[in-house]
């Protein structure tokens, strides 16, 4: 079955560190990929996003790029800020013409960044 | 737009007890889906609404069901909880196609003790 696989955390960095976040899947068909951020105590922000193969999400600074050779879809940013500090999510969605409209998300890695 | 409004925003049940979580989806989204997450296991898909109709249902015992109205709001419902049920509930609306994007509310945590 489809599954993501993101990189063991918490991760702890310094404020304007450079971070990568870590993504692997395996889908049937051709998933839409996301990252999601999670503040404690609420629910789930969506990111960035990427449909097909090649696209580049953005937003926030964040940056992640589909590669289906890979099969990866890893998070980046050049300069964190303690903002930054959440826990990130990567998930797939995919299915066939009716859409599974069921996202499959990777365990989740925190991130402290420390000023 | 109003976001996703879930509620109550917590709740504190006992075993055996059974409860209901409602969930109003952004306006104009026909799509509403339950997750659950643990600690332990994660964010795990429980189903899917569309239409007033079930569309996806994720592997969970028939204790857990859902029902969707004709106004697009959801509820869930859990019966004979057990303490493995205590987890933070989160229900996503969406337009369903193309891509899924999916839009979440703050969720409901949900104790049982």
């Known amino acids: 079955g489809d599954s993501v696989t993101q990189m063991e955390g918490p991760v702890t960095l310094s404020e304007e560190a450079f971070l990568t976040i870590n993504c692997t899947y395996t889908a049937t068909g051709y998933p839409s990929l996301f990252w999601y951020v999670q503040y404690p105590g609420e629910g789930l922000q969506l990111l960035l996003k990427?449909?097909?193969?090649?696209d580049k999400g953005s937003n926030k600074g964040f940056e992640a790029t589909y590669r289906k050779e890979t099969t990866s879809f890893h998070l980046e940013k050049g300069s964190v800020q303690v903002s930054d500090s959440a826990v990130y999510f990567c998930a797939l969605s995919a299915g066939g013409q009716q859409g599974a409209q069921k996202l499959v998300f990777g365990q989740g890695t925190r991130l402290t960044i420390n000023p | 737009k109003a976001g996703v409004t879930q509620t109550p925003r917590y709740l504190i049940k006992t075993r055996g007890q059974q409860v209901t979580l409602s969930c109003s989806p952004i306006?104009?989204?026909?799509?509403v889906s339950w997750y659950q997450q643990t600690p332990g296991q994660g964010l795990q898909f429980l189903f899917e609404?569309?239409?007033?109709?079930?569309?996806n249902k994720g592997n969970f015992p028939g204790r857990f069901s859902g029902r969707q109205f004709s106004n697009s709001r959801s509820e869930m419902n859990v019966s004979t909880l057990e303490l493995g049920d205590s987890a933070l509930y989160l229900c996503?609306?969406?337009?369903?196609?193309?891509?899924?994007?999916?839009?979440f509310g703050p969720g409901t945590r949900l104790t049982v003790l």
């Open positions: 996503a609306s969406s337009f369903r196609l193309p891509y899924n994007e999916q839009f």
């Open positions: 306006s104009g989204h026909r799509s």
């Open positions: 990427a449909t097909k193969a090649d």
């Open positions: 609404y569309f239409s007033e109709t079930q569309r």
